[in-house]
C-alpha cells in the first residue's frame, strides 16, 4: 500500500478520491464532504446539488437499512463523480426489486428512486457482508 493509498484508507482525501466513514448523525459532515468534493472537481452548481443528493440518499438508507454506519468513497473520474457506499447491515434478500425502482415508493422509499432520477448510473451490491450502492453523477 503507498503513501498515498494508507491516506485515504484512513479517511485523509486525494485531490481526485475521499474516503469518509460515517454513522447514525453525521449527515451534516457527509453533505459537506460531498458538496466540497464535487466543487474542487469542476462541477457547476446544479451537479454539486446532484451530487449532494446522491450522497446523502445513499448514506440515509445505509444508516437506516444497514446497521446505522458504513463509508462512503467519491472520486472523479472522465466527466464523473462517483458515489459508492457501504455497510455492515443484512444485505436485501431480493436486488430485483431495487432494479426496478421507477416511483417513489409509499411515504418512505424515495431514496433509490432519487438516486435512480438524478444519477447516470446506480448499482447495487448485496449479501451477508452488507450492501454497496454506488452511483455516477456526471460533471463538467
Same mark, same amino acid.
Given at each position: 500500500?503507498?503513501?498515498?493509498?494508507?491516506?485515504?484508507?484512513?479517511?485523509?482525501?486525494?485531490?481526485?478520491?475521499?474516503?469518509?466513514?460515517?454513522?447514525?448523525?453525521?449527515?451534516?459532515?457527509?453533505?459537506?464532504?460531498?458538496?466540497?468534493?464535487?466543487?474542487?472537481?469542476?462541477?457547476?452548481? !446544479?451537479?454539486?446539488? #446532484?451530487? $449532494?443528493?446522491?450522497?446523502?440518499?445513499?448514506?440515509?438508507?445505509?444508516? %437506516?437499512? &444497514?446497521? =446505522?454506519?458504513?463509508?462512503?468513497?467519491?472520486?472523479?473520474?472522465?466527466?464523473?463523480?462517483?458515489?459508492?457506499?457501504?455497510?455492515? !447491515?443484512?444485505?436485501? #434478500?431480493? $436486488?430485483?426489486?431495487?432494479?426496478?425502482?421507477?416511483?417513489?415508493?409509499? %411515504?418512505? &422509499?424515495? =431514496?433509490?428512486?432519487?438516486?435512480?432520477?438524478?444519477?447516470?448510473?446506480?448499482?447495487?451490491?448485496?449479501?451477508?457482508?452488507?450492501?454497496?450502492?454506488?452511483?455516477?453523477? $456526471?460533471?463538467?
Amino acid at each position: 500500500m503507498g503513501d498515498a493509498d494508507r491516506h485515504v484508507a484512513k479517511g485523509w482525501s486525494q485531490p481526485d478520491q475521499v474516503e469518509r466513514p460515517f454513522m447514525a448523525g453525521q449527515l451534516h459532515e457527509v453533505r459537506d464532504v460531498a458538496a466540497s468534493f464535487a466543487t474542487r472537481c469542476g462541477a457547476t452548481p !446544479g451537479q454539486v446539488d #446532484a451530487v $449532494l443528493l446522491v450522497a446523502s440518499e445513499l448514506v440515509v438508507n445505509a444508516v %437506516r437499512h &444497514g446497521g =446505522g454506519r458504513g463509508e462512503m468513497r467519491l472520486w472523479h473520474d472522465q466527466g464523473s463523480v462517483w458515489c459508492q457506499v457501504t455497510d455492515g !447491515g443484512p444485505g436485501f #434478500a431480493d $436486488l430485483r426489486w431495487t432494479q426496478n425502482v421507477t416511483e417513489p415508493i409509499g %411515504r418512505g &422509499g424515495r =431514496g433509490l428512486w432519487i438516486v435512480r432520477t438524478v444519477a447516470e448510473a446506480l448499482t447495487i451490491e448485496s449479501g451477508e457482508q452488507g450492501t454497496t450502492a454506488t452511483a455516477r453523477v $456526471l460533471i463538467g
